[in-house]
């Protein structure tokens, strides 16, 4: 009777063991989960700035509102790899004319409404892009850049990065040009 009394008191200690076991383990697998909504929500803002800031580049650049809305492309924009230095960990902007996504096709981006988005085709020119150049490849005329709005840097043609402040634009406002303004 002992033995028996015994196995009942360990199984009904390993049951009390297992449920305090899984309710600790819900509790990592909560608080992992909340920690990740907040580094997602992190990222999306920071996505989002990165978005404004190129938004705003192009605003106050006559020559990349040029080349953003009317395909007129102004002599002396200035292009990394193109016509002027390139520098990794640099700052660049990511602009497109024509309709297509703000993020290339195969970008790996986060699980997430917001960041699926970027990956869609709009009718007119995507927003555009602050990002970082993570390495140069002029063979292939494309570069390996970052942003917030990925979770892995991801390849662009070069022909789409552009200087974020253009000094042709200095040229322009100095001029009796009404043309941009």
Do not use: H
């Not at 970027?118 to 005329?141: I, M, W, Y």
């Amino acid at each position: 009777m002992k033995i028996l009394t015994s196995a009942i008191q360990n199984k009904i200690l390993l049951a009390i063991l297992a449920g305090v076991v899984s309710i600790g383990s819900f509790q990592v697998w909560k608080d992992k989960q909340a920690k990740y909504e907040k580094f997602i929500a992190g990222q999306e803002n920071n996505c989002k700035v990165y978005i404004e800031m190129g938004e705003d580049a192009v605003k106050r650049s006559p020559s990349l509102r040029n080349l953003k809305y009317n395909n007129i492309v102004t002599p002396g924009l200035k292009q990394p790899g193109i016509n002027s230095e390139y520098e990794v960990d640099s700052r660049y902007l990511l602009l497109y004319n024509k309709p297509v996504s703000t993020l290339p096709a195969n970008t790996l981006v986060y699980d997430n409404g917001f960041f699926k988005s970027l990956l869609k085709n709009g009718k007119n020119p995507p927003e555009s892009l602050l990002v970082d150049a993570v390495s140069f490849d002029f063979k292939n005329q494309q570069a390996t850049v970052s942003s917030y709005c990925a979770k892995k840097p991801f390849v662009v043609r070069l022909e789409n990065l552009y200087e974020e402040f253009q000094p042709v634009d200095r040229d322009l406002r100095g001029s009796s040009s009404d043309l941009f303004f």
